[in-house]
């Protein structure tokens, strides 16, 4: 049994944070293993402390300081187990980094995750978001994830089905503060189709037959596409993509598309998918700015720190651009980052 890891005091976090807004933990412990997190949960339930769990600080934004303990999640390590054929699974840590994790395996020839190159954030917290891009969703290749359940105490082994994974949603959004993810397993294959339907992607690669390509070249030719459209948060701190693409009936549809033709939209299963991009760009927002945050110029889902801006800045300049959204398209934005800090901890 380890011991119990050290809990500091009045920590800043700005650094931690990719919005890189300042706030402060009242309590703050580095977990490196699932026993120093049982432990440091204990703590917290026998202090009367809320918790934070923090992966990244890729997804939220602190509306102001954090009064009970956050949790950093450093529990490291990636091997391949059950490697059948052309087949494996991929068992990586909560604490390790998503992006080197695909990189990790599309350099090892496997397929499955390589459309998510570049995605900010760690391995952890990538299920709980169901992170998805260009085609493809984590919850199209993840076998299961081990977590601590902190309603009993034990650590849990969660398949595919359990998570209940949709559009950017999960069990582990709907249960908020239940689990703690500690590992998860990706079933990987050397054979599966590259998926290189997005038109940004056709594009790049150009004539390129998909029999040349692998899972490395659409990794990096994904990457240099991110690159391309979305400012690194190292040197312009931002969270991301910052809403959600709506998905609206198809009646509600009809009617936007007769006062809108050009509008973007993709056909779903149940509904039809809007481009939030689109509508943010429509309602004027691209690349506006005021003095210390605003939209990136180059992709308006975007909100980005430019000068020092605080939580309160952002968290108020997406409140106008939803509201503008709402006043030109009738369709309601929701936010993808959670909000943590200031009167609490809220999930919009």
């Known amino acids: 049994m380890s011991q119990q890891p050290e809990i500091r005091e009045n920590i800043e ?23 120093e997190l ?13 918790v934070l769990i923090l992966g990244g600080g890729s997804n939220l934004v602190f509306a102001g300081d954090f009064a009970g303990l956050v949790v950093r999640l450093a529990i490291r390590g990636r091997r391949w187990e059950h ?35 570049l995605i900010p954030g760690t391995a952890g917290a ?20 081990t977590a601590l359940d902190r309603n009993s105490g034990e650590l849990v082994v969660l398949n595919n089905a359990q998570c209940r994974f949709s559009y950017r949603d999960s069990l582990f959004k709907q249960t908020p503060g239940r689990y703690v993810i500690t590992e998860i397993r990706l079933g990987l294959s050397r054979s599966r189709a590259l998926v290189l339907g997005y038109r940004d992607l056709r594009e790049y690669l150009g004539d390129t037959a998909e029999t040349a390509l ?17 400012p690194d948060p190292d040197m312009i701190p931002n969270a991301g993509s ?20 050009d509008i973007v939209a993709y056909p779903q299963e149940q509904g039809v998918k809007l481009a939030a991009a689109w509508l943010i760009d429509q309602s004027g927002w691209k690349g506006f700015r005021n003095a210390r945050v605003g939209v990136h110029n180059r992709q308006a889902l975007v909100l980005i720190n430019h000068s020092g801006g605080t939580g309160a800045d952002i968290l108020e300049l997406a409140r106008e651009v939803r509201q503008s959204v709402v006043d030109r398209f009738g369709v309601t934005l929701e936010m993808e980052p959670g909000i943590v800090g200031g009167s609490g901890r809220e999930n919009p």
């Open 242 to 261: 910052f809403f959600k693409n709506p998905v609206v009936d198809g009646v509600t549809f009809e009617a936007l598309s007769e006062r809108h033709p």
């Open 13 to 35: 976090l700005e650094a931690l944070n990719t919005l890189h807004v300042p706030a402060k933990a009242r309590f703050y412990v580095e977990v490196h293993t699932s026993d």
């Open 126 to 145: 990538a299920p709980v978001q169901n992170i998805g891009a260009y085609g493809v969703e984590l919850g199209d290749c993840l076998e299961s994830v």
């Open 214 to 230: 692998d899972p490395l070249h659409v990794a990096e030719a994904i990457m240099a596409i991110r690159r391309r459209k979305l």
């Open 38 to 50: 049982v432990r440091s949960l204990d703590w917290a339930s026998s202090e009367d402390q809320e």
């Open 83 to 117: 490697i059948e054929d052309h087949r494996a699974t991929l068992v990586l840590g909560a604490g390790e980094n998503w992006h080197e994790a695909v990189l990790y395996a599309a350099r090892a020839g496997y397929r499955g995750i390589e459309n998510l190159a």
